[in-house]
Every structure is written in C-alpha cells, then in structure tokens.
C-alpha cells in the first residue's frame, strides 16, 4: 500500500440530503474525498445519485470561505472579518430592537440542521434575543401531517415503526409521494413487498415512476384528497370491512365520522376526483381485506390549505379497517428533509420548546427554563409560522431584522418575489451558507458555515431514529460552525455563559432538556448511537433499548386510545377559472433537492436534469400551440415564470407539473400560493391555477 493510501481516513457518517439518511463512508485521502455505500439499515448499502455525489459539493470552487458584508456606500459584498461581521450583527440588534422592541429581530432556520443546531438556535432566540419570532423551513414540509399525528395519536413521528417493516404489509396506501424520485434508496422495501405478494396504491395526479409499477394508481385531481378519502371510508362500511372490534376497543369518535362519509357516495366521489368507481371499490377491499395494511402521505396531500384534514381523513380510513397499533401496519409520514423530525423537536417551531414541549403550557415552560437558567417568564410567547414571519419582514409587519440558517427561502418560499420584496425591506438580512445562495445574495452579511461532513451532530429521520454525523474533515480556514456562530453572538450579548457551542455539550443539555417531553432523548448518548444502528426515541433511560414500534399496546393520548376526526371535502383555495384553467402542482426531480443550493452545484447531477420543465399532457400542448421543447410562460395570480414544455401523456388534462429546483425566470414560487392551513399554517403549494402561453425561441429560462 503506497504512503497516500496509508493516510487516507474512513468515517461512518449519513448521507446529508433526505429524511432517509442512507449510511454511507467518507474516504479523504487528502486532496479528494469520495464516498462508498455502507450497509445501514435505512438503505441497506445504497445510494441515489445525490448521494454518490455529495461529496463534491466540499471541494466546490465557490465555497464561501470569509464573511461578506454589504458596503454601506456601494452596495456591494465584500470581504470582512469574523469580528468586524459580529460586531455589526449585534450593534445592529441592539439598536432595532431598542427602537422597534425584542420581536422586531426574527430568526429563520431549516429542516437539514442537525438537532444540536436547531436546538440552540431556538434557545437563541429565546433566551439570547428573548424573540417570539422563530420559524423554521420544515413549516412548509411536513406540519400538517404532524399536526394530524398529534390529534389523531396524541405523538408525532414521521413513522411509528422501523422502515424494515414496510415489506411485511400486505398492502400500502401510498399517498402523493413519489418515492422513485425523492428517496429511492428505500423503493427496495416496496419492491420486496410486492415480491412477498403485497400490493401497492399509490394516489397522485401524476403517474410518477412510482405510480407506474404500483398494483393500483388513483390519479386524482389535485386537491380532492379528503373526498377520496371519504370515499374510500364509505365503500368501506357499505361493504361490511370495518374492523369494529379494534375500533370499539382501541378508538373513539367513529359514529360522528360515519355521518359525515354517509354522502361520500361512490358517484359524487368519482365526480369530484375524477377516480373512476370500480377502482375505488377496488382500493377499498385491498385495504379492507388485508390483514396488515400502511398509509403513508406525503407533500401532495400534505401541502395544501386543507392539509391536515386531508391527512385525518386518511387516518380515520386506516383506523376504521383496524389498521393501527399492530405490526407491519399503521399510519406514518415520509418527512421529507434531511432532519425535518428532529428539526420540529426541539425548539425551531414558533410554538414549541425542546422535547416537543409547548411554548404555551406553563409547565413546559417551567421545565426548560429550569434547564436554562432563565426565569419562565421571561421566555417570549409563540410568535409567527414560518409563512406568517416572512410575510411580516420589514416595516410594514414590525420584523426589521432576520437571521437565517439553514433555508433559502428566495427560492424556496411561496409567492416567492412578495418574499424577495419583504427581504429587501429589511434594516438587516444575515445568512449563513456555504454558499451565496439567492437568499445570501440579498443579504446584509453573510456567514460562511461549514459543511456536513466537517462537523460532528446527530440527526433524527424519519423513523425518528437518532443517528451520529461524525465529522470527517476540518472546514476550511476562515469557516465556523453555526453553533460556534451563535456561541459568539450570545458572547456579545452578554448571555455566553449560558451557551455551549460544542456539539457534545449541547447534546448533553438537549437531553436534560428533553427528558420527560414526547420527545424524549434523555437516554440517548453519543456512544450508545455509535455502538448501534442509532437509537428510536422516546428513550428516557440510558438503560432504556429506545422505542423502534409506537402504539401496540396503547396510543399516547391521555386515555390510550386513538382519534377519529369527521372531515368534510373542501375545494382547494384557488379554484381554476375561464382566466386560469388547469391546476399547478409542484415537486422533486430526482437529481435535485430543494432550492438546488446544493446539488445545482454538482456537475453529474446538473447533466442528468439540466434546467427546469413543465410537464403537459399533449393534447393541452397541442391546443396551445405549444411543442416539445419550447419555451411556455405559466401565470398566475401572483406571477409568471418560464419552462422547457415537456409532453407526457400520462399527465392529466386539467394539470401541469413543473419542479421546484431552480431561481430566475423559472422559479415554481414565483407561482404558488401562500394560503394557510389554518392549523398547521403550511401554504399550498401543490395547487393553484395557472394558465398556459406559449413563448417563441428556444433560449433557455
């Protein structure tokens, strides 16, 4: 072995894109750094091409490797010292929120920090700034199937059971997710699910690559979710599969959700859907017939303005077949961000405190405050959702000044040129990012912070299994962390000493800080994590094996007993028109991933998806004069925004796809809709109505 490879390091670490977080190693042999798969029980030695790739992203030639600050005289970003940047970030605070008072500072951070970060950031907040206003990105990701989980179950987790378990139901109900594209490392458990004889539904507009090879594909119109769902329910009792046993032993509130489904009649349910009766029937008896039977939803029943009820008419169905609280079945949500569970767990939500602990219950304020050394009443009162804070950037809504983290919401963000405006209203925009994002571009200061694999963390995906990042690397000279970051903020604010900015340290106080929480981490340790596969929360002893299975015995509401909800149907909040006659929904790519700040930057992925499309049916292309590959215009209410026409007959004739990747002229949210679910307040981005014009020349977007 030559001298090069007997310095080169292995590190078990995860993957730093999806919820599923693949096990993988990194191999630094000095001047490159590659990964291989490993055999973790998320991904069972594979990887998607972002995965393969991800290690590109830290040798990338324009990685931010000194603070940027704006020339307050040409307004331009320039080189400046860590402490010259510091120095005015506080300055700054003090002074708007001495004029404008303490929730005039807001912060924004994001569902891919690691738990320790977005722990501290919401103790930031509260303690350092002593802000109401703290959101997070993941508001626009999985909120309403968490709200649902916590009506419904009294816990949100992402799944209540390991991903292992997939392959041992009978039938899965697959609902507006399209795996193949966002995760396809874990499309090997519905494979073997069908091998073993399973079947698959799979309920999209879209007949997506995951939809195609599915036993049964609903493809519905976009927004008709809850009437499908009723529906289905109604065939369900008409049909004599309800599983009245486990509901009467195991649930309340059934009789009220059987009055509402009465009028759910198979008819008026194809009507609004556009699912054609038989299969209908055909999906009813493949879940009421089952012995074991999964419901899985995601963002395209998940984000809309009727979100969560979509969800809880889902979850009545799976309850009501006695689907619950056994093995190989059960309800969960396919979280979508790297750490979108944990990242909703320990304080970056605007109402909670850590250990999914609520801001409003004085309890829970008492118990954290005690951990803070604070007093509970000088912890803020819940402040704005994430739509809701950005909205109200700048003098207009009272927030003068924003630290983001973690997010890009110039790209990522509905009504995405009324956030640009708001932004640019700010007295102060801080950023950190590796990289001048579209966000970063329009800030004051930006930060330049290091990159998963050169820093330690844990992360908890979407089985709520905590695991270990292990730091692989040091970040470049002149780059911090976002811990040490904000450690030196509250440094400057005099409250330092109550901050830790090592990640171990802060691990240790998020477990005091969690124990007796939902979310309860208390026996969770660095080691114990890296002895094992990670370690399944609620685990509240270090002698404690972690919990892997919710519910078999009893559901985590006060009576044990899980919650049916009645849902009525409801159009979405924008309905198509003479003026804007098709639907537009959004989504993933599978060489890309969220705003794109990342894997826009890797060459590989970029060649596989290299600018961005809308996906027409031909007949609607054809109509409008349009022709595979030409520029088409798409308008809204709120705005325009440019695609490479892309004719699929599969599509739907009332709807058009188009991905949400990528800025300039064809970014989706320049298009989407900000109308809140008026609990979880996540905007609707996957249905609005939109109109097509067809653009002459074929320069690109």
């Known amino acids: 072995m030559d001298a090069a490879m007997q310095q080169a390091t292995a590190t078990l670490t995860h993957c730093p894109y999806c919820a599923l977080q693949c096990g993988m190693t990194l191999i630094n042999e000095g001047d490159r750094v590659s990964v291989t798969a490993r055999d973790f029980p998320t991904n069972k030695g594979g990887l998607c091409r972002k995965g393969w790739t991800s290690a590109e992203l830290l040798s990338a030639p324009d990685r931010l490797v000194a603070p940027l600050m704006r020339d307050r005289k040409c307004g331009d970003l320039r080189e400046a010292s860590w402490d010259e940047a510091l120095d005015r970030i506080v300055g700054e605070i003090a002074s708007i929120a001495g004029r404008h008072g303490r929730d005039a500072v807001a912060l924004f951070g994001g569902g891919g920090l690691t738990n320790e970060k977005a722990y501290l950031l919401g103790k930031f907040a509260r303690v350092a700034l002593r802000t109401a206003n703290i959101d997070y990105n993941g508001r626009f990701c999985m909120a309403s199937a968490a709200a ?14 390991p991903i292992e378990d997939i392959q041992g139901a009978e039938t899965i109900l697959l609902v507006g997710s399209n795996l193949a594209a966002t995760m396809p490392p874990i499309l090997q458990y519905f494979e073997e699910q069908q091998r073993r004889g399973g079947r698959l539904i799979v309920v999209d507009p879209r007949r997506t690559a995951t939809a195609a090879p599915a036993t049964l594909h609903l493809q519905l119109a976009p927004g008709t979710d809850a009437a499908l769902a009723n529906g289905l329910l109604h065939i369900a009792q008409r049909d004599g599969l309800i599983d009245r046993k486990f509901v009467d032993a ?47 939803t995601a963002r395209g029943t998940e984000q809309q303005s009727h979100g969560v009820d979509n969800v809880l008419a889902f979850v009545n169905l799976i309850l009501a077949l006695g689907h619950a609280g056994k093995p190989f079945s059960g309800y969960g949500c396919l979280t979508g961000q790297g750490n979108g569970q944990g990242g909703r767990e320990h304080g970056q939500k605007a109402d909670q405190l850590p250990g999914y602990r609520r801001l409003d219950n004085p309890v829970h304020r008492a118990e954290v405050a005690a951990i803070w050394g604070i007093e509970p009443e000088s912890l803020p009162r819940p402040g704005l959702s994430a739509w809701e804070l950005l909205d109200a950037l700048g003098p207009a809504g009272g927030i003068h000044a924003l630290l983001i983290m973690g997010s890009n919401p110039a790209i990522s963000a509905p009504y995405v040129s009324r956030v640009r405006d708001r932004l640019a209203s700010l007295d102060l925009l801080v950023v950190a990012d590796p990289f001048l994002s579209e966000t970063a571009s329009l800030a004051d200061i930006v930060l330049p912070v290091a990159q998963w694999a050169e820093e330690e963390g844990t992360m908890t995906n979407l089985e709520g299994r905590i695991i270990l990042r292990r730091r692989a690397m040091p970040p470049p000279p002149g780059v911090w962390t976002d811990t040490e970051i904000l450690k030196a903020l509250a440094d400057r604010l005099g409250c330092g000493d109550l901050f830790a900015d090592a990640p171990r340290a802060i691990f240790e106080e998020l477990r005091r800080a969690s124990a007796g929480g939902v979310a309860d981490y208390a026996g969770v340790t660095y080691d114990r994590i890296a002895e094992g596969d990670g370690i399944f929360w609620p685990c509240p002893a270090e002698d404690h094996p972690g919990t892997p299975r919710l519910f078999l015995d009893r559901f985590a509401t006060p009576d044990g007993r899980a919650r049916f909800h009645p849902v009525e149907y409801r159009p979405a909040a924008e309905e198509t028109d003479q003026d804007y006659p098709f639907y537009l929904t959004t989504g993933r790519v599978l060489a890309h991933y969220q705003s794109g700040t990342q894997t826009r930057r890797v060459p590989a992925l970029n060649t596989m998806e290299p600018e961005p499309f809308a996906e027409i049916h031909p007949d609607v292309a054809r109509s409008a004069g349009i022709a595979q590959g030409e520029l088409v215009r798409l308008v809204t209410r709120r705005g325009t925004a440019e695609f490479r026409a892309r004719l699929d007959p599969t599509m739907r004739l009332d709807t058009v796809f188009v991905p949400f990747h990528w800025g300039g002229r064809a970014c989706a949210n320049l298009l989407t809709n900000p109308a809140l679910d008026p609990t979880s307040k996540i905007p609707e981005f996957k249905i609005c109505a939109v109109r097509l014009e067809r653009l002459r020349g074929s320069s690109s977007p």
């Not at 649902?148 to 059971?161: K, M, Q, S, T, Y």
């Not at 609004?272 to 999906?283: D, F, K, M, S």
């Open 250 to 296: 195991r649930t309340v509130g059934f009789e009220k959700v059987l009055h509402v489904v009465a009028s759910y009649w198979p008819e008026r349910v194809e009507r609004i859907t556009g699912v054609p009766e038989h299969q209908l029937r055909r999906a009813a008896h493949m879940l009421g017939e089952a012995r074991t039977a999964m419901l899985l």
């Open 148 to 161: 649902a989980g916590l009506r419904a179950f009294g816990i949100d987790r992402g799944l209540p059971f």
